[in-house]
């Protein structure tokens, strides 16, 4: 038998760590809540190229110490959405022509 693919997976997953939480959260008893194994902060920075008819935009992300970590491009059209990663030079490039590293 095949093993399912993340995508396949991913939303029993999901549906079985908020259910989780939910009863934890109503419950007040946050003691039971699972460590995590860490808690990072990311920032996306968004980069609007055009609004629609199609829209386009960049997604840049930054760690807690403001550097590049990677990049997204995004293209939109009536209902229907697509996404790249894109090379980590490409999201330095684009953070630094668009000047969002000291953002």
């Known amino acids: 038998m095949k093993e399912l693919t993340c995508a396949e997976r991913i939303e029993k997953s999901f549906q079985n760590r908020i259910s989780k939480l939910q ?3 109503k419950t007040g ?3 039971k809540v699972d ?3 860490s808690i990072d902060k990311k920032t996306i ?3 609007q190229m055009s609004w629609g008819g199609p829209a386009d935009w960049y997604e840049i992300e930054l760690n807690d110490k403001n550097e590049v970590i990677g990049g ?3 293209f939109q059209d009536w209902g229907d959405v697509s996404e790249i990663e894109i090379e980590i030079e490409d999201a330095e490039m684009i953070a630094e022509m668009y000047g969002i590293i000291d953002f």
């Open 29 to 31: 008893d946050f003691d």
């Open 72 to 74: 997204k491009y995004i």
């Open 45 to 47: 920075v968004k980069i």
């Open 35 to 37: 460590e995590p194994l």
């Open 23 to 25: 009863i934890d959260y």
